[in-house]
């Protein structure tokens, strides 16, 4: 009986970030983001970062549902700008994710993108970034208040009405740049400043994108975890 649980239960694939210890790189996850994965039902499975097509396909065949962690800045290359001084050129392998989320959006899977998770959306379907809010000081190590801005999954997953306020914790420095929209993206969260703090792709599919880290919320993060689960397990039992 436990078995057939765990064979319905719908699998989120989470790609990780890329560190070195000892002179070695090393694949990490935040084991807050896998509790969360597991809190809401689901079953959280790791995607090494390995540039070959053949194996993301392969995970992705056993996934139903995808989160895009959080992380270092993304190198501005990737759409078409030269780096800003104070954005940080120090991602390893920093292609991987690329690949990885163009690879999903391919596919017809729940997709929740954290932070930088949330900057790679934008990036993948052809947007560009704030490499340096002029203001930084004030979405690093903080709290603030945002607005939930259009109907959603981000309205959905929060039960707030669009105009209603919420409060989000803040660790970025650089943003989605609402001028350079990604094909298809649209601001449904903004912060007090103006600067976006949720992006999606409307549709039947979820593809949501949030500045802030649900993670390490109690308040917001499960709703959005639930959601996702609960994404995954239509999409597995379609």
Do not use: W
């Not at 790609?15 to 694949?27: A, H, Q, T, Y």
């Not at 703090?197 to 390490?216: D, T």
């Amino acid at each position: 009986m436990a078995s057939d649980k765990i064979r319905r239960a719908p699998r989120i694939l989470l790609n990780m970030s890329v560190d070195k210890l000892n002179g070695r790189e090393v694949e990490v996850l935040n084991s807050q983001y896998s509790d969360c994965v597991s809190a809401s039902g689901a079953i959280p499975m790791l995607c090494p970062s390995i540039e070959r097509e053949e194996i993301i396909e392969s995970l992705l065949d056993l996934a139903d549902g995808v989160i895009f962690i959080g992380g270092r800045d993304y190198d501005p290359r990737s759409y078409g700008e030269k780096p800003h001084p104070e954005t940080a050129m120090t991602r390893l392998r920093p292609n991987f994710d690329l690949v990885f989320a163009r690879a999903t959006l391919r596919r017809n899977l729940p997709v929740l993108g954290i932070c930088a998770g949330c900057q790679l959306l934008n990036i993948v379907t052809g947007g560009k970034l704030i490499q340096h809010l002029p203001d930084a000081d004030n979405h690093r190590f903080t709290t603030h208040e945002a607005t939930v801005t259009q109907p959603g999954f981000l309205s959905r997953a929060l039960n707030v009405n669009p105009g209603g306020k919420i409060t989000v914790n803040s660790f970025h420095h650089q943003a989605v740049d609402p001028e350079h929209l990604g094909a298809g993206i649209r601001i449904t969260g903004t912060a007090f400043d103006g600067t976006v703090e949720a992006v999606e792709i409307p549709g039947e599919r979820m593809v949501l994108g949030v500045q802030f880290h649900p993670e390490r919320m109690d308040d917001l993060g499960p709703g959005l975890f639930s959601l996702l689960a609960e994404e995954a397990r239509r999409k597995c039992r379609s």
